[in-house]
């Protein structure tokens, strides 16, 4: 297990954001976990191109390596950087999407393929201030997945969080204002339209509705 000499529990994001901006961005450099809320639930986070760091969510989470993460991204300039875009009217569709709790699969580039090992991920642009605050220091994608044990339910109290993990991870950064502990809806864009794979906070038929709003507009554009 590779965990921070910086190791601490139970920092309160609300009391010093800059601190536990500073600290995270440390966490995420040296390959540690950490925990921290997001527009769903709260999340377990680090760097998705180190394995070791990759490997020790699984190994905590006691999930099969070879489950993918959804990935939280600061903007669609950075997600162009990873993913193949199959048709230009997602781009549209994404931005009037994000940010937002929807997790939407795209096929990545070749790069990212070969070094992740993967045709497609999840990302999202999360509508939370200290993800995107984080998202935008760090400057890269920032793996983000359920604080749980595989087959049990997501923990979304910070005291239980800190109970039960505090041995486990580098930190856990946690928030005293509500928490609205519904996950993100999962949709699967590697096609032509939206596929749900899972419903969340944001209901498909409005995601839908988006959709049918960016091809309207795509195709009123090209026949101007």
């Not at 875009?85 to 549209?92: E, P």
């Not at 038929?205 to 309207?216: L, P, V, Y």
Request: charged letters at 25%.
């Amino acid at each position: 297990m590779r965990l921070s000499s910086t190791k601490t529990t139970g920092l309160v994001i609300d009391d010093d954001i800059e601190g536990v901006l500073k600290l995270a961005h440390k966490l995420y450099f040296e390959g540690s976990v950490f925990i921290h809320p997001t527009d769903t639930i709260y999340g377990f986070a680090a760097n998705p191109f180190n394995k070791e760091a990759v490997d020790e969510i699984s190994r905590i989470k006691q999930r099969d390596e070879e489950h993918k993460y959804i990935l939280l991204i600061q903007n669609i300039d950075s997600l162009l950087k990873y993913i193949t875009v199959v048709d230009d009217l997602h781009i549209d569709f994404l931005m009037r999407i994000w940010p937002n709790p929807v997790s939407v699969v795209l096929p990545v580039n070749q790069e990212v393929g070969d070094i992740l090992e993967t045709e497609t991920l999840a990302f999202r642009i999360p509508s939370h201030t200290f993800c995107q605050r984080l998202l935008e220091r760090i400057q890269a994608p920032l793996i983000s997945t359920s604080v749980n044990r595989s087959g049990e339910a997501p923990l979304n109290d910070p005291q239980v969080i800190i109970q039960e993990f505090r041995d486990e991870v580098g930190a856990v950064f946690y928030s005293q204002k509500k928490q609205h502990p519904v996950s993100s809806t999962l949709v699967d864009l590697t096609g032509k339209v939206p596929i749900l794979l899972r419903e969340g906070r944001i209901p498909f038929s409005h995601i839908q509705q988006e959709f049918d709003a960016a091809m309207e507009k795509y195709s009123g554009d090209k026949h101007q």
